[in-house]
Each structure stands twice: as C-alpha cells, then as structure tokens.
C-alpha cells in the first residue's frame, strides 16, 4: 500500500516543495539582475556621465573610478559606449588576477573585456530595447545590465550606452546563498542537453532549471537542494504507523471472526445438530442450553423447541389413534397383532406358555335390535371398561377387535390359569347386570369366551394361536353362549344357533 499510494504522493509532495524553493533562487536571481540594472540606470542617468560620453568631463573617470569601488560593488567590468555602439571608456577587474584596469579600447590589460564587450556591441545593435541578460562567461557566467546614457532628469538624445557585468562566482553565489539560506549551484549547459529538473541521490535531492543566455547554444543550470531527513523520517513514521495499523486491522478482524464464531457460528451449529437430533435422546439437553440465550438464536431454538414438542404430542396422538378404538378405548386389531407377535416371539424364546382369548357378547344384535345403536355403544364401553380393569389387575392385554368382539393375550400363562381368568371375565361382565331383555340366555348382557394356549414345547404361528382361540369361542356359541371354552384339538366346528338365523 505505502509503495502504491504513500511514496508516490510523498514523492510528489516531495518534488513540489523543492520546485518551490528552485523558484525562490530564480527570484532572486531576477532581483540581482533587476539591483543591477537600477545601479547601471542610476550611472547612466546623471548629468556628469552624459557630459563624460560627450568629452566634456575629463576627470569622471578619475573620480568615478577604482577598484576598491569596483570589489566593493562587485563589478567586473563597466563599459561605456558612444552612441553609435563604439567602446568609450573600460574599468574592469580581471577575472584572474583582479587586476584593475581602464582603457579606452579593447587591448593590452583589457584585452580580457573582449567576449563581453562583443556581446554587449551585439545586443545594443540587433536588439537596443533588451536590457539585461546572462553571459555564459569564460571562467564563470555572468549577468549584464545595458541602458543608454541620458541627462538626469532623462531629457535630450541618448549620447550612449553603459554596461555594467557582474560575474555570477563563487562569491556572488555565496552571498545569493545568504540571502535565499539554499545551497545553490550554476553551471554552463548546451541547451541541446536534456536535464532532468528533479534527481534523487541517497538523501538528497536536488532540482535544477535553465536560464537562457545571449548565447543560444548555451544555458546556465541554476540548481538546489535539499535534504530528505525529514522526508525519510516521515517515511519511516509512515511506515510504522502502517505496520500497526496493519497488526490493529489483523486483530479487530481475528476478535470479530472469534465473536461471530462464538455468537453466531458455534450457536448455529448447535441448532443444525439440535434439529439432526430432533428423534434423539440429547436433543433436549442441547435445546436447554440454547433456548436459555436471550438472542435470536434463542428465540429461534425455543420455537423450535415449541414446535418439537407440539410435534411430538401430534405424533404420540396420531400413535394413540391409530393403536386404540375410539369408541372404547381400548387397544385395537392393529396393537393386538403387533403385541401378539412380540409375546409368541418371546414365549418361544424364553420357552414359556402363552394363552389368547376371544370374548364375544351373547346376541348383541339383539340387544342393538331392542335398545337402540346408542345404548349398545354404551353397553360395549361399559363391558370394555369392566375388561380393561381385570386384564389391568392381571397383567394382560385386552382389545377390541371387532363389533362386539375383544380379544385378550395373557403372556406366561398356562391353560388352566387363562381358564380362571376367562372365567373371571365371564363373571365380571354377568355381574354388571346390564340388562338385555331380547337376550335368551339371560335378562342381562352375557359374553362368551374362547381360549387357545400355546405349550411352550409346541411351535404354533400367531394365526393358530388365534385360530385356536376362535374355534374355542365357537365352540362356546355352540354350547348355548354364556360360557368359557379351552381349545382341544377334539374341538371341531359346531353349528351356531342365533335366534333371528335359520338353524
Ligand atoms: N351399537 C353398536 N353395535 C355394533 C357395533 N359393532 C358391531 N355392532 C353390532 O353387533 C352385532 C353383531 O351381531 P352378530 O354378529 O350377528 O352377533 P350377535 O348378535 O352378537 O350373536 P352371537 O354373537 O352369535 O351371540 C351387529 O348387529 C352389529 O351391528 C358398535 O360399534 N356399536
């Protein structure tokens, strides 16, 4: 990220600030020039040298001129010209040795003047309204202030030209170093060159500009620098303020992913398996622990929790239903055979008896016929209620598997104790003394029961054992009803006399 979108803006950041300062050098470059030019205006535009151009004052130059007054104002040459562009007078230091000389011509100890004085010439022809300019120079660069000589109220016909060089040196650049407090440096150029403005090295950079000379071909480099300590500090305060943030940023994301795994996730979890286990044992220890959370979590799993529960009930009702009569309550056909084949499977396995029987009340048609649909459903809730209270007492199963049919499975009991027991029921059922005045075996209602038994050293299939059980009961129909009958094997099929049906 700091290589992508911090470096680059610090950079720019960086590259404009020194662009910047570069512009304050040039600003005062220009300043000197400009000081430069207002001292030449103010040589040029007195009476005493417009006199002096003009031979009429023979002792300016004497007073005017020395090289204290030359190093002290840091003039390397002050040219004056006639007015056609002819050398007039010279003073000047010599660049090499600060040798102080005048003349009246280019020669001798002014013969140094000659690149200046030829550029002078040149400006003052082909281009008189330019006043100012940089020299290329020799040793070092050099700026040139130009303005023709007039009286000093700037009446009259220019009567020249002076020039006043400066030399942009060592010493020139120190004293612009003051002035700006930037490290500064000029160079030559040919303009040919490419620079570039801005360069880093290690921990500085620098940035550099050029200014154009009278010679095309050739321009001085004014540059700066600056050091990037305080960029480099800013870097690495940058980046350690990144690497934390970055450490900050891995920590809250690493807390919230811990958060949402213990708030959210790990609960979820819990709910998907609580919903798996729906059938299972655990699933109630689960939904404890989450129905006690007071989030939306909780909400969710104490409705599910509700609706389980409601669920199971619908389901133990539906069980209910689907195994019990509805009239009696008692179990029906459906549990009987299942129970039935549970005990035979059990009796053959533990090698123990077991006994089933069949009860039947006597003539309930004709009791139907007599009292009336209604008061025979209440005659069979009350017989089965009798039932259920003894088959209760005793330990056995009692249902009802038909109209006015029940059947009864007694496990690990003999013949001879299902016997006592069918008798019991025989008796239990008489001794309701429910009244049933069409009957002809008694004024009350009577039932007739039918036992088969399975020895436990005989293998019989469910269907025999009730088979057996069945023909016994028969057999008790045929007997005169009102009466309990062990199966034998001599047992055979008799004829059943029912008063409304033909013999
Ligand atoms: N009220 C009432 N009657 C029923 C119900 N289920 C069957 N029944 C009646 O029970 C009677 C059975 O008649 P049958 O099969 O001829 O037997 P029965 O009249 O009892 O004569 P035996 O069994 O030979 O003594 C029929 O009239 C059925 O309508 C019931 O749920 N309620």
């Known amino acids: ?63 005017n001129f020395s090289p204290e007054m030359m190093t002290e104002m840091r003039y390397q040459l002050i040219a004056f010209f006639n007015a056609d562009g002819e050398v007039y007078y010279l003073s000047g230091l010599a660049p090499d040795d600060n040798h102080f000389a005048t003349c009246t ?96 090295k290690g921990d500085t950079i620098y940035a550099q500009h050029l200014l154009p000379t009278n010679v095309p071909a050739i321009s001085i480099t004014v540059g700066t620098q600056l050091n990037r300590t305080h960029y480099l500090a800013s870097l690495d305060t940058i980046r350690y303020v990144l690497i934390w943030t970055a450490c900050l940023m891995l920590f809250v994301i690493g807390f919230v992913l811990w958060l949402m795994e213990r708030i959210i996730l790990k609960p979820l979890k819990s709910l998907s398996i609580f919903a798996r286990q729906t059938s299972g044992e655990n699933s109630q220890l689960d939904s404890a622990l989450l129905c006690q959370r007071n989030d939306e979590i909780g909400m969710l799993a104490r409705s599910f929790d509700q609706q389980l529960t409601r669920q199971r009930e619908l389901n133990a009702e539906l069980l209910n239903l689907s195994t019990h009569d509805s009239l009696t309550g008692l179990p029906n056909r459906r ?8 005990d035979i499977h059990e009796t053959q396995a533990l090698h123990q008896p077991l006994a089933a029987m069949m009860l039947d009340i006597d003539h309930f048609k004709l009791f139907n016929d007599h009292y009336g649909h209604q008061k ?35 496990p690990n009991t003999s013949a001879q104790r299902a016997e006592q027991i069918g008798y019991l029921l025989h008796h239990t059922v008489a001794n309701l003394k429910l009244a049933h005045k069409a009957s002809p075996v008694a004024p009350h209602v009577t039932i007739s029961v039918g036992i088969g038994s399975l020895d436990e050293s005989i293998d019989i299939s469910p269907s025999a054992l009730m088979s057996n059980a069945d023909q016994a009961l028969y057999s008790a129909k045929a007997a005169g009803r009102h009466q309990v009958i062990v199966f034998k094997p001599s047992i055979a099929r008799t004829s059943v006399h029912t008063p409304d049906a033909p013999l």
């Open 105 to 200: 011509h280019v020669v001798d100890a002014c013969a140094w003047m000659a690149p200046f004085i030829d550029s002078i010439q040149l400006s003052i022809e082909n281009n008189p309204d330019q006043q100012d300019f940089l020299f290329p120079g020799i040793n070092s660069p050099a700026m040139v202030a130009i303005t023709p000589i007039l009286r000093t109220d700037s009446s009259g016909p220019s009567t020249g030209w002076l020039a006043k060089v400066r030399l942009m040196d060592g010493k020139w650049i120190k004293q612009m170093e003051n002035v700006t407090g930037l490290p500064i440096t000029i160079d030559r150029q040919l303009t040919a060159q490419a620079t570039p403005s801005t360069t880093i």
């Open 376 to 410: 025979g459903d209440e005659c069979l809730q009350q017989v089965a209620k009798a039932l259920q209270r003894i088959a209760t007492d005793h330990d056995f199963l009692i249902a009802r598997t038909g109209g006015e049919e029940f059947s009864a499975l007694l």
């Open 335 to 342: 549990l009987f055979d299942q129970q039935l084949k549970a």
């Open 1 to 63: 990220m700091s290589k992508w979108f911090i470096l680059p803006a610090l950079h720019k950041e960086e590259r404009g600030i020194i662009g910047q300062e570069l512009k304050r050098v040039e600003r005062s470059f220009f300043l000197a020039q400009q000081e430069l030019l207002a001292q030449a205006r103010d040589w040029a535009n007195w009476d005493d040298t417009y006199e002096f151009v003009q031979d009429n004052y023979p002792r300016y130059a004497e007073v």
